[in-house]
């Protein structure tokens, strides 16, 4: 039996993880659960998996929780110490980080430093914390088991290297599905609505993911990801747009041979991996693929000149430091103000290079400087997005954006 403490259990990561929870009693128990504020679902979740503990975002909703019948037995805790709590909670072997967002940062670190296996879907937290998330990882001798499908994919083709010296790996390669504007042109992107954005071809995502997805920034993040979960250089790590989303990630070795790794888009597949590593769960979902039925497989070059946040990423992590940190909080706050109505699509890598432009990049030492640099970006994002309103991609618009640099 693994005990499981599952953060962000009311997001669609999560929820997936609690399906798997209730298909294998017998193997998983969720001992205790992390969400923001949907309160709703979280009760539900308690009625059925009985956790010990719960943590929500506010003391306001923990009193309201605290009211509900369902609750009879559960600890409620709330806040950001309310999620450490839940992640480093006494009980638990494994903790499924998949809160979204650099929220995600601390109770994932929490996690490693108490010790737990940690299954991670929260890539943010790799983004902005890799480096420190990673060396406390190998301190406590703590395995990052990945729950993203492209990594869980990697994790398994560079499997074919165990024992073999790393010399032996050309690069690694993962596919991205090119989102829901992959074919329009540039002059288009500029109408594109929310609605349209977060109707995404092949999966079924919080609202974040798939915005990143749209832009191609997850697939930035991503390569910032694995150049942390496989320990790879930016140069190591490439894309390829890959619209079936059948084959996830392949390896490429020095004779020329390529590992790819391929499943059907459903989550519930790297999910109970990285549960339940390295034995194999027989799941009733998604079923077989039939690669018959498929038809074919297509693969294209990423055009970064109308998807610039791959870019970006790239940058970022070359530059190293703090850089990632403010790549990514200021793509939260874009997309945030994308999905508010404050800004357009094709603002969003606008203005996160406006805000990398202006941050001057240090060592990432510790965690402080890593939320400090955070809450800057975000500010400097939300400040542009007020100043520039739904025009930032205008050329007037981006010469208004230049702003103080960060020191
Ligand atoms: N969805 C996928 O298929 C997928 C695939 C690969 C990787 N990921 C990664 O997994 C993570 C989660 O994605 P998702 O699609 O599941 O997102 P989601 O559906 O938006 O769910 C986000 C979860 O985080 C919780 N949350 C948000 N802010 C919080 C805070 N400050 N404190 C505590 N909980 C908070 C939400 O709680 P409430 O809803 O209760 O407010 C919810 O449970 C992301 O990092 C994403 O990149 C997702």
């Known amino acids: 039996m693994k005990t499981i403490a599952l953060l962000g259990s009311t997001g669609s990561i999560g929820v997936r993880t609690l399906a ?3 298909q294998f009693p017998e193997r998983f128990q969720a001992v205790a659960l992390a969400a923001g504020s949907n309160l709703e679902l979280l009760a539900c979740q308690v009625a059925a998996f009985h956790p010990e503990l719960v943590s929500v975002a506010t003391p306001e909703l923990a009193r309201t929780l605290a009211a509900d019948p369902r609750m009879r037995g559960t600890e409620i805790v709330w806040g950001a110490d309310g999620a450490l709590a839940v992640a480093s909670h006494g009980k638990a072997d494994v903790v499924v980080s998949a809160i979204v967002g650099a929220a995600g940062l601390r109770p ?3 996690a490693v430093l108490a010790g737990k296996q940690v299954a991670l879907a929260n890539k943010e937290a790799l983004v902005v914390g890799g480096e420190l998330i990673t060396a406390a990882a190998r301190q406590r001798g703590v395995s990052l088991m990945p729950v993203d499908s492209e990594h869980s994919a990697l994790f398994q083709c560079l499997r074919c290297l165990d024992g073999r010296p790393r010399g032996e790996l050309r690069r690694v390669i993962i596919t991205a599905s090119g989102g829901p504007f992959f074919k329009l042109p540039a ?14 071809p092949t999966w079924k995502m919080g609202s974040k993911i798939t915005v990143d997805s749209a832009t191609l920034m997850n697939k930035g993040l991503e390569v910032i990801e694995a150049r942390w979960l496989f320990d790879l250089s930016p140069a190591q790590v490439d894309i390829l747009v890959h619209p079936q989303s059948i084959v996830h990630a392949l390896v490429e070795l020095v004779d020329g041979s ?28 998604p079923g077989p693929l039939s690669l018959a039925e498929c038809g074919q497989l297509s693969f294209e070059r990423p055009d970064f000149e109308r998807f610039p946040c791959p870019r970006l990423a790239y940058e970022a992590l070359k530059a190293g430091g703090t850089m990632p940190a403010c790549l990514n909080a200021a793509n939260e ?24 432009e202006r941050h001057v990049n ?3 030492r510790a965690l402080e400087d890593l939320l400090e640099v955070d809450g800057w970006a ?10 520039a309103p739904a025009v930032i991609s ?7 954006l230049a702003g103080d640099r960060h020191a």
């Open 187 to 200: 002059d288009k992107l500029r109408d594109v609505t929310v609605a349209q954005a977060l109707r995404h």
């Open 333 to 356: 706050e874009s997309v945030q103000g994308f999905l508010a109505g404050a800004a357009r699509f094709v603002d969003i890598p606008v203005l996160v290079e406006k805000v990398m």
């Open 20 to 22: 798997l929870v209730a």
């Open 394 to 400: 205008t050329a007037g618009a981006r010469a208004a």
């Open 378 to 387: 975000r500010r400097a994002t939300r400040e542009a997005i007020e100043r």
């Open 108 to 110: 994932t670190l929490a």
């Open 362 to 364: 240090r060592p990432a």
């Open 258 to 285: 390529i590992i790819a790794h391929l499943a059907v888009a459903d989550m519930g597949i790297p999910i109970a991996y990285a549960l339940s590593f390295p034995e194999r769960l027989g799941l009733a979902q």
